[in-house]
């Protein structure tokens, strides 16, 4: 009987993290959870509680474990990057950082992006920046990102992945409102803001997610991989999908120049190429067909 594989997820402990946690525990693998003890883990799952930032504090908590994998759902700037390189460096043997596609915001293509497109081992990483000051990390989010793959890239002695998530959609517990606000402002037939000249964008449903992060961990390639659902939205995608949820509602765009503009409405292109993923051997599903879905488990608790 093989031994089970020895997986740390750090935060991550809500939405398409905790769907990941379940996954792991349902194959079978020693699952460990570290977080700040916000929330505790799904039954089966070892707890450490540490904040990450603290250096001293994370390697007390880790004690001489090692893994087989950890998975980094809360890595957001190149200090933390650091940090985990320095504690982790030896005691496991592949490292999954959740990434994101606002990564690519300096790549302004129409056509979808491809990893090839950013090579983090070329992106400039400044630790001086103020990252600890949360007006500073949210306005800078993706750049947090590029620079935190650029520590993990830097150099060939530390085995990472960096999984960049094209657009979460779905599940009852999607705690960013985002498609709330669509809802909110059909049924009272209030303007929704978009960008003139809106794009569209790439997408994946919560469970498919999920599922790309446990078949990730199970694998042996390393670098960035795009990880989106086949074909890409629209605002007005969206908006039909909500609005076939609230019959009694009434979808209004306002089309702006400047100013703030709802979430889902991109003023540049969001698209990503899935091919590496689906080289690698993962099987992907069509935004199209599971966006209905995605917008009644949202929107269910609302009807």
């Given at each position: 009987m093989?031994?089970?594989r020895e997986t740390l997820v750090i935060g991550g402990n809500r939405y398409f993290g905790r769907r990941l946690i379940e996954r792991l525990l349902a194959a079978?693998?020693?699952?460990?959870?570290?977080n700040r003890g916000s929330a505790p883990p799904p039954p089966g799952a070892e707890h450490l509680v540490a904040d990450r930032d603290d250096e001293d504090a994370l390697r007390a908590a880790l004690g001489t474990r090692t893994f087989d994998v950890v998975v980094d759902q809360v890595c957001y700037t190149p200090r933390q990057a650091a940090l985990a390189r320095r504690v982790f460096t030896g005691r496991t043997r592949r490292y999954v950082m959740t990434s994101t596609v606002e990564v690519y915001e300096y790549e302004d293509s129409i056509a979808p992006v491809r990893e090839s497109d950013l090579d983090p081992r070329t992106v400039v990483v400044d630790t001086g920046l103020p990252w600890d000051e949360p007006e500073f990390l949210a306005a800078h989010y993706g750049e947090?990102?590029?620079?935190a793959e650029a520590v993990f890239a830097a150099g060939p002695d530390f085995p990472?992945?960096?999984v960049r998530v094209a657009h979460v959609l779905g599940g009852s517990d999607d705690f960013t409102g985002r498609l709330a606000h669509y809802a909110d402002r059909?049924?009272?037939g209030e303007p929704i803001a978009v960008a003139a000249g809106n794009h569209p964008a790439t997408y994946i449903h919560v469970e498919e997610i999920a599922d790309f992060l446990f078949w990730t961990a199970g694998q042996?390639?390393?670098?960035p991989v795009n990880a989106a659902?086949?074909?890409r939205l629209s605002t007005d995608d969206l908006c039909t999908a909500v609005a076939a949820q609230l019959p009694a509602g009434r979808t209004v765009l306002r089309e702006v120049e400047v100013g703030e503009i709802s979430p889902f409405s991109f003023r540049r292109s969001y698209g990503m190429d899935n091919s590496r993923a689906v080289r690698l051997g993962f099987l992907f599903g069509n935004a199209r067909q599971w966006l209905p879905r995605a917008v009644a488990e949202t929107l269910g608790k609302d009807r």
């Open positions: 093989s031994k089970a079978g693998d020693r699952v460990t959870v570290l947090g990102k590029r620079q990472y992945v960096s059909i049924r009272a042996d390639f390393t670098g659902s086949h074909g």
